[in-house]
């Protein structure tokens, strides 16, 4: 199983970034999909989810920002970010689970202010 997730990079605030997550060795559609991030000095934090059934949960610092989706059919999974803000830099991981759970490398993604 792989999460290969990419399009971090640097935006100034205010801007947007689309992350995405392709998987291989699964079957996207039964797993629930997930970001999470990581800023320096801190814990992993969950950004945000979507259920199989396409159900989706927010952190609320991100609640009318980022938008999760998913393309089963194509087996990736989405980040949409606007409004971006400094405290949003962080690395951001993917991540798949069912019985068992997946994690992706991660992707930097810079906001300067």
């Known amino acids: 199983v792989q999460l290969q997730a990419s399009g971090g990079g640097l935006v100034q605030a205010g801007g947007s970034l689309r992350l995405s997550c392709a998987a291989s060795?699964?079957?996207?559609?039964?797993?629930?999909m997930g970001w999470y991030r990581q800023a320096p000095g801190k814990q992993r934090e969950l950004v945000a989810v979507?259920?199989?059934?396409?159900?989706?949960r927010y952190a609320d610092s991100v609640k009318g920002r980022f938008i999760i989706s998913r393309d089963n059919a194509k087996n990736m999974a989405y980040l949409q970010m606007n409004s971006l803000k400094a405290e949003d830099t962080a690395v951001y991981y993917c991540?798949?689970?069912?019985?068992?759970?997946?994690w992706g490398q991660g992707t930097q993604v810079t906001v300067s202010s």
């Open positions: 060795g699964l079957i996207l559609r039964i797993h629930d």
């Open positions: 979507i259920s199989s059934a396409g159900r989706t």
């Open positions: 991540h798949a689970e069912r019985i068992k759970d997946y």
